[in-house]
């Protein structure tokens, strides 16, 4: 049967490493984990468990997940973020395609948690991520944050049956600090490249959240999806406004030279 390489990207994750390499231990014939030296529990956890862990320090999400493939020694490969798990349904689907890889990646969906509950409308689903392929086939490309898997052109591409479970967010004050790293990193990344305006800022933030709560009908998740709906209209307003003050500042510090 050809293996199967599981692969994990972490820093201070010792509150989810566990439940996602016991996850992931079903299926795997080798589990990676590249840690940017936590501070916390995540070490002596992920050694426990016999995974192969190495540290590497972190310089960008695309890039440590490329490190982290790179690692390897089997073609196939299975991603999943330390907050995320699969399902029995998808675990079921991986073992029976094991036996007989037919394509070369695999779509999957992500079904995530805000506050305990599982949202099952708006922007968060089905939230289709490609996380099991042939590193022959592609890699970790996109931008920073929100990375995801580059395949060659023509590469086929099946959909997998099950979930990739993600504990999201637990309550606004996790949300509104995430928020804050998220905008700062893409501003950081995007300035200079990318334009932003006060217009594209008003739109592009109001627009996320119709889209989110009445489009794909987020208000049918109570609560739970209103925050999620503002979560990411609060996102999208703070990362083009943050993008537009970095090329303002830029702009303000040619001019003055």
């Known amino acids: 049967m050809p293996g199967l390489s599981a692969v994990v990207i972490t820093f201070n994750e010792e509150k989810n490493i566990s439940r996602c390499i016991d996850s992931l231990s079903t299926i795997a014939d080798e589990i990676i984990v590249v840690d940017s030296f936590s501070q916390d529990a995540t070490k002596k956890i992920c050694l426990d468990k016999n995974v192969k862990f190495i540290e590497n320090a972190f310089i960008g999400y695309v890039q440590q997940k490329n490190f982290a493939l ?19 349904e998808l675990t079921e689907s991986i073992q029976q395609i094991k036996n007989s890889w037919k394509c070369e990646a695999y779509e999957m969906s992500r079904l995530s948690s805000y506050g305990g509950r599982w949202i099952n409308h708006g922007n968060w689903y089905p939230d289709r991520k490609i996380r099991l392929w042939n590193k022959s086939f592609g890699s970790w490309g996109g931008g920073n944050p929100h990375d995801r898997v580059i395949l060659k052109k023509g590469t086929k591409v099946s959909r997998l049956r099950g979930n990739i479970l993600h504990e999201a967010y637990n309550d606004s ?33 109001s627009f996320t959240f119709f889209k989110s709560y009445i489009i794909k009908r987020g208000f049918l998740d109570g609560f739970e999806g209103l925050m999620v709906a503002m979560a990411e209209s609060n996102h999208t307003f703070y990362k083009y406004a943050k993008l537009y003050e970095a090329n303002k500042q830029s702009k303000n510090k040619r001019r003055s030279y």
């Not at 905008?183 to 990318?194: C, F, G, P, T, V």
Request: hydrophobic content about 35%; proline content about 0%; cysteine-free.
């Open 173 to 205: 004050y996790e949300t509104l600090r995430k928020i804050q790293s998220y905008s700062d990193i893409y501003a950081r990344e995007n300035a200079h490249q990318k334009s932003s305006s006060v217009l594209k800022i008003i739109f592009r933030a």
């Open 70 to 88: 790179a690692q390897t020694q089997f073609d196939y490969v299975i991603s999943l973020d330390a907050d995320e798990y699969l399902s029995t």
